[in-house]
């Protein structure tokens, strides 16, 4: 079966420093992935969606970036935090044979900006 | 583009009650999906089901129910007998482009009471 993983949990960081989130997937090969964020008020965003290892969509320009170095493995970073990049941040993942518009969401990583 | 409402940004409910959660979508697509998704307190989007375009018959999984109208654009979602542990944050979706990019309505916070 497949699972997806996502970490930290939970993040606490100073305006202007960087960061670094992973998403990983297990149980699967060549998925889609996504990275949404959710801020107050339960609205997703899509911010970056991938189909394979080095290419990378960006749905809204910000001042997040996201890579894929493997397979499937999804990183979501940052070089300059800001205040608003506070919200809750999910890593999807679809692709499962006769499913493949379905999306699988890991359990998410809670983001305060200070 | 695509665009999902949820009209309904709070519904409160006494166990045992039904209750229907709208969803209105807007797609140029002749071809598409719909989804909905249950966010409990932990936050994680937990799937519930999928529906593509072509097939319009209603379904029914246990105390959950949707009815998908295409003339009306609508996909709405009825819990029957509703209990405590339905209470989440439960969000309409519609997929579409190449990567399957999911579009999300504003969700409906749904409390049900004992």
């Known amino acids: 079966s497949q699972t997806i993983h996502q970490w930290p949990a939970t993040l606490v960081q100073p305006v202007g420093s960087p960061l670094s989130l992973e998403c990983t997937v297990e149980?699967?090969?060549?998925?889609?992935l996504y990275w949404y964020r959710q801020a107050a008020g339960r609205g997703l965003q899509l911010l970056f969606y991938?189909?394979?290892?080095?290419?990378i969509s960006s749905e809204v320009p910000q001042n997040l970036s996201a890579s894929r170095p493997q397979d499937r493995q999804f990183i979501l970073s940052s070089k300059k935090l800001l205040l608003s990049d506070s919200g809750f941040y999910l890593c999807?993942?679809?692709?499962?044979?006769?499913?493949?518009?379905?999306?699988?969401f890991g359990p998410g990583t809670r983001l305060t900006v200070l | 583009a695509q665009k999902v409402t949820q009209a309904q940004t709070e519904i409160s409910v006494v166990e045992k009650e039904d209750v229907t959660l709208d969803c209105v979508y807007e797609?140029?697509?002749?071809?598409?999906?719909l989804f909905w998704y249950k966010q409990p307190p932990s936050g994680e989007l937990v799937f519930l089901i999928r529906?593509?375009?072509?097939?319009?018959q209603n379904e029914i999984s246990g105390r959950y129910s949707w009815n998908f109208q295409k003339s009306t654009s609508s996909f709405n979602f009825t819990i029957t007998a509703s209990q405590v542990v339905d209470s989440a944050v439960y969000f309409c979706?519609?997929?579409?482009?190449?990567?399957?990019?999911?579009?999300f309505g504003s969700g409906t916070q749904l409390t049900v009471l004992p």
């Open positions: 529906r593509n375009s072509f097939d319009e």
């Open positions: 149980g699967t090969s060549n998925p889609n």
């Open positions: 991938s189909v394979g290892i080095g290419q």
């Open positions: 797609t140029r697509d002749t071809t598409y999906y």
């Open positions: 979706a519609v997929s579409s482009g190449s990567a399957r990019q999911l579009t």
């Open positions: 999807a993942w679809s692709g499962l044979a006769g499913e493949e518009d379905t999306q699988y």
